[in-house]
């Protein structure tokens, strides 16, 4: 049995930015979120994205710093760089705390946007206000 949980905001001239890279060369700065991703069931879970705009997502291990990307980076998708959401398909442990990185394929892009979730139990999506390293 699926369980479905979701989260929704918006990224606005106010929020938070950083630079980034992604696989199509761009660089410049952007908007994001980062949610918390808490995991009861261990098992495979869906995450993926509902906007009218690019999205951008990236999944983190333990913390997520602005400055240095790579840094307990678990896995990234833009789609290829195309319009389209993104999608993870991902195995996750309850022990392990996990961060989703929301942000846009191009720069100065404001929106809202939704999480959809699914998976052997609820998951629970809370926004972080500051980055954790």
């Known amino acids: 049995m699926m369980v479905q949980s979701t989260y929704s905001s918006a990224l606005t001239a106010n929020s938070t930015t950083f630079s980034r890279v992604g696989h199509?060369?761009?660089?410049?700065?952007?908007?994001?979120?980062?949610?918390?991703?808490?995991?009861?069931?261990?098992?495979?879970?869906?995450?993926?994205?509902?906007?009218?705009?690019?999205?951008?997502g990236y999944f983190y291990e333990d913390n997520f710093n602005p400055f240095n990307?790579?840094?307990?980076f678990h896995l990234e998708n833009d789609h290829n760089c195309r319009a389209a959401q993104f999608k993870f398909i991902t195995q996750l442990q309850a022990s392990t705390a996990y961060l989703?990185?929301?942000?846009?394929?191009?720069?100065?892009?404001?929106?809202?946007?939704s999480i959809l979730v699914s998976g052997p139990n609820n998951v629970s999506l809370n926004r972080i206000s500051e980055y954790m390293y």
């Open 24 to 56: 199509c060369k761009e660089s410049s700065y952007h908007y994001y979120e980062v949610l918390q991703v808490t995991i009861v069931t261990p098992g495979f879970y869906n995450i993926s994205s509902d906007t009218r705009f690019n999205p951008y």
């Open 69 to 72: 990307l790579s840094e307990k």
């Open 100 to 113: 989703l990185v929301v942000t846009t394929y191009h720069p100065d892009v404001t929106g809202e946007f």
